[in-house]
C-alpha cells in the first residue's frame, strides 16, 4: 500500500505535468494494486482525490487512455465507488470515448461505463439520453470479430433494453440486423444465450418485433427448435425453450403475426403447426400458445378451423387429461377460447366435439386451467341455443359453476363463472336449464352479479334473472327473497350512475316479479312508483317507454 500511496502521489504532480511516461508508471502501478486488492486499492484512490484527475485523462490522443478506462472499469466494480465515479465527472468524457477506433480503449471504455451504471436506471437511463445505444449497435456493425468487444456490447444492450425509454433509440437503429447477423455466426451455447438475452426484452416493442421478424430471427429459432428438439443436455433443454418462448413473443405483435401467418400458407406457421403433436411439452405449450396469438383476428380463425387445427388442440388436451402439463392445458384452452370467437365457427367446433373435451377439465383444481375452460365455454355457447341447453342441463357443469361462483381468491375465475351461468340461461331461453340453475343454487349468485362494479355483468345477470323470473318466478321465488332481489333492483334504478340498459332491465324485471306475492310486497313496501315515475322523463326513449309501462304495472297492482 506504501508503494500504491507513492504512486498516487506522483500521478497527481505528473498529470498537471503531462508527463505521459511518469502517469503510465503510475497507472501501472495502480493497475497492479486493483488487481491485488481491488477494494483497499480503491478506498485508496477515493481518498487520495484521484478521480477527478481523470477527466483530463481520458484524451482520445493519448496512450495512457484505455489504463485510466481500465482503471475506472476495476474502480468502479465496488459498489461505494460509482457515486464518486460520477461526481468526478466519468461519464461524459467516456462517452465520448465510444467514438474512439481503438479497440483496446473502447473494450475498457465500455467495461467502465457498464460498471459505473451497474444497476442503476437512472444512470442508464443517462447514457440513453447521451445518445450510446446508436453509437453502440455502429459498434457491434464494425467489430462483429473482436470477441471481447461483441460481448461488451451485449451486455450493455441487456442492461438498456430493460428500460422501456431505450426501446424507440434501439428501433431507430439497424439492431435488429446486426443481433439476427451475429446470432447466425454462432456456434457457442453461451454466446447464443447472451444474445438470446437481448433479444427477449427487445422484443417487447411490437416496431422491433416486425424489424426482428424481416432481419430473419424466426428462420434462426426454428433451426434452434429442430437441432435441440431431441436433445438431453441441459443446454439443449435451455435452448428450446428460450427459442421456441421468443418465437411466442414475437407473435404478439400484430404486424410480426401477420406478416408470419400469411394467410395460413407461411412455411413459419406450418412449422409451428407441427409443434403440437411433439412428445417435446415445451414445444405443445408454444404451439399452442402461437395458434392462440394467430388466432387474434375473425380471418386467421376462421381459416384455422377450416384446416383443422381444432383437431390436433383436442387431440393435445387429451394427452393431458390425467395428470397433465398444467401450462399446456392452459394454453390449447387460450387457443380454442380465441378460435371460438367468430360465429361461423361456433357451430363447427361443438360439432367437433370441443364441449366433451372442455368439460374433462372440470375437476382441474388450478384456477388459470379453471379461467380457460369456462371462457371457452361461455364463447362456444355464444348464440347457439342447443348447445347452451345441453350444457345448461349438466348438473355437475351447474354444480361446479355455483362453487367457483364462490371462489373469492380468484375473482377472474368467480367472474367467468358468473358469466358462464347467465350465458347458459340467456342462449337457452330454457326452462329446463333455469331449473337446473335454481336446483344447482346459482339465482343468488345472479343477484350478487346484478351488484357488479362491470356494466357489462349487471345486465348479463338482469336478462338471466328476467328470463328466470319469466320462465320458473315459482321455483325461483324463495331464492330470489332470500338474495335480495329487490333491493338490489331498487339501489340499481335509483343510482344516477346506472347505464340505461341497466334501468331498462331493472324494470323488465320488476314487472316479471310482481306475479310472486312475497316479491311484490317488497315492491310495494320500497316506493318503486316514485322511481319510476322520475324515469319517464329519462332522454333514452326505450327507458322512458318502460317507465311508463312499469308504472302503469305498479299502479294496477297497488
Known amino acids: 500500500m506504501d508503494n500504491l500511496s507513492e504512486a498516487l502521489e506522483k500521478l497527481k504532480i505528473a498529470s498537471t505535468d503531462s508527463a505521459t511516461d511518469s502517469v503510465e508508471s503510475c497507472l501501472d502501478c495502480l493497475l497492479k494494486a486493483l488487481a491485488n486488492s481491488g477494494t483497499e486499492a480503491s478506498m485508496k484512490i477515493q481518498e487520495m482525490g484521484i478521480l477527478p484527475l481523470f477527466p483530463t485523462l481520458l484524451n482520445p490522443q493519448s496512450s495512457c487512455t484505455p489504463k485510466v478506462a481500465n482503471i475506472i472499469a476495476e474502480v468502479a466494480k465496488n459498489e461505494f465507488m460509482r457515486s464518486p465515479c460520477v461526481e468526478a465527472g466519468l461519464i461524459p468524457p467516456l462517452v465520448q470515448l465510444l467514438n474512439s477506433t481503438d479497440q483496446e480503449v473502447l473494450l475498457q471504455t465500455g467495461r467502465a461505463l457498464g460498471n459505473i451504471c451497474y444497476d442503476s436506471h437512472s444512470l442508464q437511463a443517462q447514457l440513453i439520453n447521451m445518445g450510446v445505444i446508436p453509437t453502440l449497435v455502429k459498434l457491434l456493425g464494425i467489430h462483429s470479430h473482436n470477441t471481447a468487444l461483441t460481448e461488451m456490447c451485449l451486455i450493455a444492450f441487456g442492461n438498456l433494453a430493460e ?28 454466446k447464443k444465450e447472451m444474445i438470446f438475452e437481448v433479444l427477449a426484452p427487445l422484443a417487447e416493442n411490437d416496431v422491433i418485433k416486425l424489424q426482428l421478424v424481416e432481419a430473419g430471427l424466426v428462420e434462426c429459432l426454428l433451426d434452434v427448435v429442430a437441432q435441440t428438439v431431441d436433445g438431453e443436455r441441459e443446454e439443449d433443454i435451455a ?29 413459419v406457421f406450418q412449422r409451428v403447426l407441427s409443434w403440437i403433436p411433439s412428445h417435446s411439452h415445451q414445444l405443445q405449450l408454444a404451439g399452442a400458445l402461437a395458434i392462440a396469438n394467430f388466432a387474434r383476428n375473425d380471418g386467421n380463425c376462421i381459416h384455422m378451423v377450416d384446416t383443422g387445427i381444432v383437431q390436433k388442440l383436442l ?68 348464440t347457439q341455443a342447443e348447445a347452451a341447453d345441453h350444457l345448461g342441463t349438466n348438473g355437475k357443469l351447474v354444480e361446479r359453476l355455483v362453487e367457483w361462483c364462490e371462489a373469492k381468491d380468484h375473482a377472474g375465475v368467480m367472474g367467468e363463472s358468473n358469466r358462464l351461468l347467465s350465458a347458459l340461461i340467456r342462449h337457452s331461453k330454457s326452462k329446463e336449464v333455469v331449473r337446473t340453475v335454481i336446483q344447482g343454487g346459482g339465482v343468488k349468485h345472479l343477484v350478487t352479479m346484478a351488484t357488479s362494479e362491470h356494466m357489462i355483468m349487471q345486465n348479463e345477470a338482469l336478462v338471466a334473472l328476467g328470463l328466470i323470473a319469466a320462465l320458473d318466478l315459482v321455483a325461483a321465488e324463495k331464492d330470489l327473497v332470500g338474495a335480495g332481489l329487490v333491493s338490489v333492483l331498487h339501489k340499481l334504478l335509483s343510482d344516477e350512475r346506472s347505464a340505461p340498459e341497466i334501468k331498462y332491465n331493472s324494470m323488465v324485471l320488476i314487472c316479471a316479479v310482481m306475479g310472486s306475492e312475497p316479491l311484490h310486497k317488497e315492491v310495494q313496501s320500497l316506493a318503486f312508483i316514485s322511481i319510476v315515475s322520475k324515469l319517464r322523463a329519462h332522454e333514452n326513449k326505450t327507458v322512458s317507454h318502460q317507465a311508463s309501462l312499469t308504472e302503469q304495472r305498479l299502479t294496477a297492482q297497488s
Open 239 to 267: 435452448q428450446l425453450k428460450t427459442a421456441s418462448d421468443l418465437m411466442v413473443l414475437l407473435l404478439l405483435g400484430d404486424e410480426s403475426m401477420q406478416k408470419l401467418f400469411e394467410g395460413g400458407k407461411g412455411s
Open 315 to 382: 387431440e393435445l388436451l387429451d394427452r393431458h387429461v390425467e395428470e397433465g402439463n398444467v401450462t399446456v392445458q392452459h394454453a390449447a384452452l387460450s387457443a380454442l377460447r380465441n378460435l371460438a370467437i367468430p360465429v361461423v365457427n361456433k357451430s363447427k367446433m361443438l360439432s367437433a366435439g370441443v364441449a366433451d373435451v372442455v368439460l374433462k377439465f372440470l375437476q382441474s383444481e388450478m384456477p388459470p386451467v379453471q379461467f380457460k375452460l369456462l371462457g371457452t365455454l361461455r364463447m362456444l355457447i355464444d
Open 163 to 190: 428500460l422501456e425509454s431505450s426501446k424507440e433509440q434501439f428501433a431507430s437503429t439497424n439492431i435488429a440486423e446486426e443481433l439476427v447477423h451475429l446470432f447466425q455466426k454462432q456456434a457457442e451455447h453461451e
